[in-house]
């Protein structure tokens, strides 16, 4: 027995000790993953996947502290993920031991829900908050965070119940005998009002419910229309369930709601459950923000959203765009406004992104600008951020574009409002047909706007006809503009020379498209006639080999003369002579007779006399002989 017991510790130890080289073996893997990980970050600080990674590595090893640290660096850069979230807050949760620990642990659930809207978020909270304490205190923000839940995804048609069910819960557990009739109250009207929504496992809560309390004719009616709702929402449900809540769906569902001019707060519900299934999806957020700017129209929740929607989807400038005019819209505050513009800019890569987002920008300063009574330090500020922009569009593509002109002329309709006069907006406008704007066709037309209403004739004039020397393209536009002009403001002498001009212009525009146009077939013909010039082989090429004589359609007489002979005969001959009768039997000479009158062969294969047609002559046999021009003579005299 002593020995046996010896050989199971001995097996248990070796056994034991390769669990722990395997254990060793796997931290080491673990600990050499976390440097290559690092290594990466530091090329690519700001990916999500490696960020992500090295949360789970860490996670393994159980270095908690620097796991804490990791976490607070994707959370500043991303939102997390429920599921990242609740890993979070289980960890932390684990090492909490006193009431200091469990605020922190509040903390992070307020982040949590900030970042989107979970139902198992809401109910781990919901559990933090009724193992706080069983304090007024404590049972009032108890209530407090219920309330929000139910306002959050207390209308999740698949999981809300659970909501329901714990503030149920939270709230029956004070019922007794004893109790208030303000207690009796909150929870009568807390189950009235979950019959009134429809939820999954409704019709089990009304027997429940029925069960505790009287159910009022009023509340027993919005039970009935909650489970006529129910019907067609699961309808939907499936579909999500079955397209694995793809965008397309929700949107479907979502419109299938405004149509059915559903509770709004039910649409905000379906949106959060969209965005966050899809929160990549650019587009959705932007729908959300509308709707909930055009609907609810609170600043509070419109600004949180549109916050949220640039962390999820920080590379589309239309969702930037969208936040500085939500923020003008609410608070009119100059510094937040420049604060998200600096934060959009940072992920604007290209010159189009970048010059949208600038526009809009300086569209908002604009409006700040009170015409009645300019402040020199708006305009001041003003034309400083036009300069920033172009210098800054300019580091992106050298070249004139669009986005930059229509800054330019920013500045330059401010001078000639502000200004009223045209002597410092014509040096403005110089500047930039000295930079290269003078092609755009719209800045031509905004800048002889400016000459018409602050200026005089002959400078319009002027302007136009400049335009029609500088511009290449839209010279039809320009012309039918200025023509126009001289028929309203001019004389007689003023409509020949526009017209003169006109003709002008036109005709070297289009010698010089003929020109280029020649040039072009020119340089063409060219390049073809060269490349016949060039041998088509290889470029050591030594010309033809010789390949042997050419073959030829027939054989040569001296191969098959006797073969040779007879077909050249047979060739010669318009038919073969043993195939001629057969030809003439099949294809009887055409008569001029009309096809009635010809006489036609007997249907019934036996003659009238009764004999058997098959001893009639060959003739017969095939067609009777065709009537002839005599023959056709004789039976019209008859």
């Known amino acids: 027995m002593a020995d046996k017991e010896e050989l199971e510790k001995d097996a248990s130890s070796s056994d034991s000790s390769d669990s722990d080289e395997e254990m060793e073996e796997a931290e080491t893997a673990l600990f050499k993953k976390l440097e290559t990980v690092k290594k990466q970050l530091i090329d690519?600080?700001?990916?999500?996947?490696?960020?992500?990674?090295?949360?789970?590595?860490?996670?393994?090893?159980?270095?908690?502290?620097?796991?804490?640290?990791?976490?607070?660096?994707?959370?500043?850069?991303?939102?997390?993920?429920?599921?990242?979230?609740?890993?979070?807050?289980?960890?932390?949760?684990?090492?909490?031991?006193?009431?200091?620990?469990?605020?922190?642990?509040?903390?992070?659930?307020?982040?949590?829900?900030?970042?989107?809207?979970?139902?198992?978020?809401?109910?781990?909270?919901?559990?933090?908050?009724?193992?706080?304490?069983?304090?007024?205190?404590?049972?009032?923000?108890?209530?407090?965070?219920?309330?929000?839940?139910?306002?959050?995804?207390?209308?999740?048609?698949?999981?809300?119940?659970?909501?329901?069910?714990?503030?149920?819960?939270?709230?029956?557990?004070?019922?007794?005998?004893?109790?208030?009739?303000?207690?009796?109250?909150?929870?009568?009207?807390?189950?009235?009002?979950?019959?009134?929504?429809?939820?999954?496992?409704?019709?089990?809560?009304?027997?429940?419910?029925?069960?505790?309390?009287?159910?009022?004719?009023?509340?027993?009616?919005?039970?009935?229309?909650?489970?006529?709702?129910?019907?067609?929402?699961?309808?939907?449900?499936?579909?999500?369930?079955?397209?694995?809540?793809?965008?397309?769906?929700?949107?479907?569902?979502?419109?299938?709601?405004?149509?059915?001019?559903?509770?709004?707060?039910?649409?905000?519900?379906?949106?959060?459950?969209?965005?966050?299934?899809?929160?990549?999806?650019?587009?959705?957020?932007?729908?959300?923000?509308?709707?909930?700017?055009?609907?609810?129209?609170?600043?509070?929740?419109?600004?949180?959203?549109?916050?949220?929607?640039?962390?999820?989807?920080?590379?589309?400038?239309?969702?930037?765009?969208?936040?500085?005019?939500?923020?003008?819209?609410?608070?009119?505050?100059?510094?937040?406004?420049?604060?998200?513009?600096?934060?959009?800019?940072?992920?604007?890569?290209?010159?189009?992104?970048?010059?949208?987002?600038?526009?809009?920008?300086?569209?908002?300063?604009?409006?700040?600008?009170?015409?009645?009574?300019?402040?020199?330090?708006?305009?001041e500020l003003f034309m400083k951020t036009l300069t920033t922009a172009e210098e800054y569009l300019n580091q992106l593509s050298p070249e004139p574009r669009e986005h930059i002109g229509e800054i330019l002329m920013f500045g330059i309709r401010l001078q000639a409002h502000t200004t009223k006069s045209m002597v410092k907006t014509r040096k403005l406008w110089y500047q930039a047909l000295h930079k290269g704007y003078g092609q755009q066709f719209k800045l031509w037309v905004q800048f002889f706007q400016l000459e018409q209403r602050y200026g005089d004739i002959n400078s319009s004039r002027k302007c136009l006809e400049k335009a029609m020397s500088a511009m290449e393209e839209s010279l039809e536009v320009v012309a039918e503009l200025w023509l126009n002009f001289e028929r309203d403001f001019g004389d007689l002498n003023s409509v020949k020379h526009a017209e003169e001009k006109i003709t002008e212009f036109w005709n070297k525009k289009y010698q010089a498209q003929a020109q280029q146009l020649s040039i072009s077939k020119k340089s063409k013909f060219q390049n073809e006639k060269q490349k016949r010039s060039r041998p088509a082989f290889k470029q050591n090429y030594d010309g033809p080999k010789d390949r042997g004589p050419k073959r030829q359609k027939f054989p040569s007489d001296s191969t098959h003369p006797e073969q040779q002979q007879d077909k050249n005969d047979e060739f010669k001959k318009p038919y073969p002579s043993q195939n001629f009768e057969q030809k003439t039997a099949r294809r009887p000479p055409k008569s001029f007779v009309p096809r009635s009158l010809q006489i036609q062969p007997p249907k019934n294969p036996t003659s009238a006399d009764g004999t058997d047609a098959d001893k009639k002559s060959t003739d017969a046999q095939v067609f009777k002989k065709p009537m002839t021009n005599e023959d056709f003579r004789n039976l019209l005299k008859k």
């Open 44 to 379: 690519q600080p700001e990916s999500y996947d490696l960020l992500v990674e090295r949360i789970q590595i860490l996670q393994s090893l159980g270095e908690l502290k620097e796991l804490r640290s990791a976490r607070e660096a994707l959370s500043k850069l991303y939102p997390l993920t429920p599921e990242l979230w609740l890993s979070w807050i289980q960890d932390e949760s684990n090492l909490v031991t006193d009431l200091e620990g469990k605020e922190d642990i509040i903390e992070l659930f307020e982040r949590a829900v900030k970042d989107y809207q979970s139902v198992k978020v809401w109910l781990l909270y919901i559990q933090h908050m009724r193992d706080m304490g069983e304090q007024e205190e404590d049972i009032l923000k108890c209530r407090v965070v219920l309330e929000r839940a139910v306002a959050a995804v207390g209308l999740h048609v698949t999981q809300g119940h659970l909501i329901w069910e714990a503030y149920r819960n939270f709230e029956i557990q004070f019922l007794s005998d004893d109790s208030t009739m303000d207690q009796k109250a909150r929870c009568s009207a807390l189950c009235f009002r979950q019959l009134s929504v429809p939820l999954i496992e409704i019709e089990n809560v009304y027997n429940l419910i029925k069960s505790l309390f009287t159910i009022d004719a009023a509340t027993d009616k919005n039970y009935q229309s909650s489970v006529e709702k129910l019907k067609s929402l699961e309808e939907w449900e499936n579909q999500l369930e079955a397209a694995s809540n793809s965008t397309t769906v929700y949107r479907e569902y979502i419109q299938y709601e405004k149509q059915e001019k559903s509770n709004p707060a039910r649409i905000v519900c379906l949106y959060e459950r969209a965005v966050c299934d899809n929160a990549l999806d650019s587009s959705l957020w932007l729908e959300f923000i509308n709707y909930v700017s055009n609907e609810l129209k609170i600043s509070s929740v419109v600004l949180d959203l549109t916050e949220r929607a640039t962390r999820n989807c920080p590379w589309d400038v239309s969702i930037w765009i969208q936040f500085l005019h939500e923020v003008e819209k609410f608070t009119q505050s100059k510094e937040k406004i420049r604060e998200i513009f600096e934060r959009g800019i940072v992920y604007c890569t290209t010159g189009d992104q970048a010059g949208n987002l600038w526009l809009n920008y300086i569209q908002s300063l604009r409006r700040r600008i009170n015409f009645q009574a300019v402040l020199e330090e708006d305009v």
